[in-house]
């Protein structure tokens, strides 16, 4: 099988003091390629960095919503700079959080729709963050779906309805380690199976959300646990894990435009 790991944060710290052998553990387990998503400037560099420093790797830039309380035109202003890097295949994780609200609901929304704008300007696929909003990102996506051309919802574990509005929207449904925890992941699993086998993509969020049975012997996630992740869909869906695996591989290509050059075949 050949795994991309759609949604992981390399940049994080945990990882400062064995980032090699962390991309030897996700190489060795059939993972050959990983989004690292960007989540402030500074975080963005970092991604940035890795990705350049590693064949497979690619990275997004962004302003989190934890964190729209410092955006300013001249931080996006250096990470439209950023995203000439051709490394750089997403913006985000952009969005909305409204459960520790660590930043004004005014201030993320304001931010959200002014991503969305550049995203479009840039031709980028959008990572988008949602918790608790109450629909309100549902709300404007609606209003903004022709100003962004493609985008997914990371770490998705919402409700059957809101599944089929972001379906509807034409986003990919991001899907984490969420899937495999016998008690949190048991809505999940039901819906699972509704979502199309093109629009559907597996994630890490390393460090966190670690998978079991990984979950059972560390706390830390990180990209080579995406097979669990993979391996989980594909019971619950009932379809054969290569093959699944295969289709996966395509859409994540497919919404990050990535052509896979021969370094990476290489690792096939």
Excluded at 210 to 231: D, G, Y
Aim: aromatic share 8%; glycine share 6%; with cysteine.
């Amino acid at each position: 099988m050949k795994l991309f790991d759609s949604h992981c944060h390399l940049d994080d710290q945990t990882f400062d003091a064995d980032i090699d052998a962390v991309i030897q553990r996700m190489q060795a387990a059939g993972v050959a390629a990983a989004m690292i998503v960007g989540t402030t400037q500074e975080r963005s560099i970092r991604a940035v960095s890795i990705a350049e420093s590693y064949p497979g790797c690619y990275a997004s830039v962004g302003i989190h919503p934890h964190d729209a309380k410092e955006g300013s035109e001249e931080t996006l202003k250096f990470l439209v700079n950023l995203a000439k890097n051709p490394k750089v295949r997403a913006w985000g994780e952009i969005g909305l959080d409204f459960n520790r609200m660590f930043s004004p609901r005014k201030d993320q929304e304001m931010w959200l729709v002014r991503q969305l704008e550049i995203a479009a300007e840039l031709d980028l696929a959008v990572i988008f963050h949602e918790r608790d909003s109450s629909g309100r990102l549902i709300e404007i996506l609606k209003t903004c779906h022709k100003t962004f051309h493609a985008g997914v919802i990371h770490c998705f574990s919402g409700e059957k309805s809101e599944l089929k509005q972001y379906l509807d929207l034409g986003l990919y449904i991001g899907i984490t380690g969420i899937v495999t925890i016998k008690n949190r992941g048991a809505e999940l699993r039901k819906l699972a199976p509704l979502i199309p086998a093109d629009r559907i993509l597996v994630e890490t969020d390393a460090p966190y959300l670690t998978p079991v049975p990984e979950k059972n012997h560390t706390r830390r996630n990180e990209p080579a646990f995406v097979r669990s992740v993979l391996l989980k869909l594909a019971e619950v869906r009932r379809e054969d894990p290569e093959h699944f695996s295969a289709q996966v591989w395509k859409n994540t290509c497919r919404l990050f435009n990535i052509q896979v050059d021969q370094r990476i075949q290489a690792l096939l």
